[in-house]
């Protein structure tokens, strides 16, 4: 029979214990992040994977490369049109106008799948993991440099080398118009020259020309104008004051042509980049979204938000001290020994720091210490027929060559464990 396979983009993760594989490496960063968002004092939300469609062609907008071409909707058995979320934020605040909460202030984070039918390449799948942060509630300011702080202590705390925050500011509605009007006025004359990618950016959403990958598109764009001749003062000064304050903990820049593939966006937008990615160099993006909420049928709650790539930023990430110390439980008998695995169990709620690795597999002393020594166990509690029959255990120490072997009661075995 023919063997079913995964979905072209969609990874199977299994962490085999090797630290350098990529599972090993996402599974490590989620929970190393999820401390760094509680350090914060974020309140973590989990919403459904599955939306009504509607919610995002609203919020992510209906002209977006995501809601157009990328997103996995259909119709469940009642022609509901629903759909996989491509991302985390529309759903949050979904979830935040339909319980009221709108009117108050919160520091949210969630974390996991997200799906996008795009053409897969490395760091590119069409079911990821991102994990978010969403501040609402609060006008331009306080969050912004928050969100930069949140930013820069992952940075921080992974020391990920060759990276660098690119930070912008799309501007009021006022003066994102004028440079809007002003960006088409000078696009005009080269509009046939543009694939027809751009010119339907050119037509629904002109910001996100300047993100256009397409070589000629990027040669017209040296002339265009600049958005920063069009930013309010308290923009540039936003901008200028991070740049000042947190430059000496990441490498920070002003990218003037930074726009975001999702239409929510209104002020202050970021993307931190590391050329130790290829093509896919973007592991983490977000900004301000202040009208989003009411679009969404809720209150005014001015809100900014980031999201990680957690694959992408797994690459970066060197895994470090993974488990606590490994203990390796040896049961040698010719029969099933309930009164061993009863051993183990009572060892592992006296010391909850050790990581004990019960061999369950039959097989020789010889096989199963070979296993020990290769998942890193610092000592291994070998009980065979002899020490079930006189209540003791051998500790056969694996890292120190200095230490003995040595054959302890169970009590004693306990001490030694809980010591530890
Ligand atoms: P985004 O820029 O679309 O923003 O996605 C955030 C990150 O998710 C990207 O920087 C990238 O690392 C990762 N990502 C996106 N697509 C893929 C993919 N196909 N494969 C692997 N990784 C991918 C958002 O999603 C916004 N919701 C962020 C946000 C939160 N803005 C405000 N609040």
Not at 26 to 45: G, N, R
């Given at each position: 029979?023919d063997?079913?396979?995964?979905?072209?983009?969609?990874?199977?993760?299994?962490?085999?214990?090797?630290?350098?594989?990529?599972?090993?490496?996402?599974?490590?960063?989620?929970?190393?992040?999820?401390?760094i968002?509680k350090?914060?004092?974020?309140?973590?939300?989990?919403?459904?994977?599955?939306?009504?469609?509607n919610?995002f062609?609203?919020?992510?907008?209906?002209?977006?490369?995501?809601?157009?071409?990328?997103?996995y909707?259909?119709?469940?058995?009642?022609?509901?049109?629903?759909?996989?979320?491509?991302e985390?934020?529309?759903?949050?605040?979904?979830?935040?106008v339909?319980?009221?909460?709108?009117?108050?202030n919160?520091?949210?984070?969630?974390?996991?799948?997200?799906w996008?039918?795009?053409?897969?390449?490395?760091?590119?799948?069409?079911?990821?993991?991102?994990?978010g942060?969403?501040?609402?509630?609060?006008?331009?300011g306080?969050?912004?440099?928050?969100?930069?702080?949140?930013?820069?202590?992952?940075i921080t705390?992974f020391?990920?080398?060759?990276?660098?925050?690119?930070?912008?500011h799309?501007?009021?509605?006022?003066?994102?118009?004028?440079f809007?009007?002003?960006l088409?006025?000078?696009?005009?004359?080269?509009?046939?020259?543009l694939?027809?990618?751009?010119?339907h950016?050119?037509?629904?959403?002109?910001?996100?020309?300047?993100?256009?990958?397409?070589?000629?598109?990027?040669?017209?764009?040296?002339?265009?104008?600049?958005?920063?001749?069009?930013?309010?003062?308290?923009?540039?000064?936003?901008?200028?004051s991070?740049?000042?304050?947190?430059?000496?903990?990441?490498?920070i820049?002003?990218?003037?042509?930074?726009?975001?593939?999702?239409?929510?966006y209104?002020?202050?937008?970021?993307?931190a980049v590391s050329?130790?990615?290829?093509?896919?160099?973007?592991?983490?993006?977000?900004g301000?979204y202040?009208q989003l909420c009411?679009?969404?049928?809720?209150?005014?709650?001015?809100?900014?938000g980031?999201?990680?790539?957690?694959?992408?930023?797994?690459?970066?990430?060197?895994?470090?001290?993974?488990?606590?110390k490994?203990?390796?439980?040896?049961?040698?008998?010719?029969?099933?020994?309930?009164k061993?695995?009863?051993?183990?169990?009572?060892?592992r709620?006296?010391?909850?720091?050790i990581?004990?690795?019960?061999?369950?597999?039959?097989?020789?002393?010889?096989?199963?210490l070979?296993?020990?020594?290769?998942?890193?166990?610092?000592?291994?509690?070998i009980?065979?027929?002899?020490?079930?029959?006189?209540?003791?255990?051998?500790?056969?120490?694996?890292?120190?060559?200095?230490?003995?072997?040595r054959?302890?009661s169970?009590?004693?075995?306990?001490?030694?464990?809980k010591?530890?």
């Amino acid at each position: 029979m023919d063997k079913i396979k995964s979905l072209t983009g969609m990874l199977d993760l299994y962490d085999d214990g090797d630290n350098t594989s990529l599972p090993a490496k996402l599974f490590y960063l989620e929970e190393k992040i999820k401390d760094i968002f509680k350090s914060y004092k974020l309140d973590e939300i989990r919403t459904p994977v599955l939306e009504d469609t509607n919610l995002f062609i609203r919020s992510v907008g209906g002209a977006s490369d995501i809601v157009n071409k990328e997103i996995y909707s259909f119709n469940d058995r009642n022609d509901k049109g629903i759909a996989l979320r491509p991302e985390g934020t529309a759903g949050v605040i979904r979830s935040i106008v339909e319980k009221k909460l709108d009117q108050s202030n919160h520091k949210l984070w969630y974390m996991g799948p997200m799906w996008r039918y795009e053409r897969p390449q490395k760091g590119r799948y069409r079911q990821f993991n991102q994990a978010g942060v969403e501040i609402l509630g609060i006008s331009e300011g306080a969050p912004e440099i928050e969100m930069i702080s949140i930013i820069c202590s992952i940075i921080t705390e992974f020391n990920l080398e060759n990276c660098t925050i690119k930070i912008n500011h799309l501007g009021t509605q006022k003066s994102k118009e004028s440079f809007c009007n002003a960006l088409v006025g000078f696009l005009a004359p080269y509009k046939e020259s543009l694939d027809e990618k751009d010119q339907h950016r050119l037509e629904k959403n002109p910001l996100r020309v300047l993100d256009s990958k397409n070589t000629n598109t990027q040669e017209i764009l040296k002339n265009a104008p600049s958005i920063k001749e069009f930013l309010e003062p308290s923009a540039l000064n936003l901008l200028n004051s991070i740049k000042d304050e947190f430059s000496d903990i990441c490498d920070i820049e002003i990218d003037y042509s930074l726009v975001r593939g999702l239409d929510y966006y209104s002020g202050f937008v970021f993307e931190a980049v590391s050329s130790n990615l290829g093509a896919q160099d973007s592991f983490l993006g977000g900004g301000r979204y202040d009208q989003l909420c009411e679009k969404l049928g809720g209150k005014s709650l001015p809100s900014i938000g980031m999201a990680i790539g957690l694959e992408r930023f797994a690459e970066l990430i060197e895994v470090n001290n993974l488990l606590g110390k490994v203990i390796s439980f040896i049961v040698v008998t010719s029969n099933l020994e309930p009164k061993a695995y009863k051993i183990a169990h009572q060892l592992r709620s006296l010391n909850k720091d050790i990581v004990l690795d019960i061999h369950l597999s039959e097989g020789s002393l010889k096989a199963k210490l070979r296993k020990a020594n290769k998942n890193n166990s610092h000592y291994a509690i070998i009980i065979g027929e002899e020490e079930l029959k006189n209540n003791t255990a051998v500790i056969k120490p694996l890292r120190n060559e200095l230490e003995e072997q040595r054959t302890v009661s169970i009590d004693d075995l306990n001490s030694f464990f809980k010591s530890m």
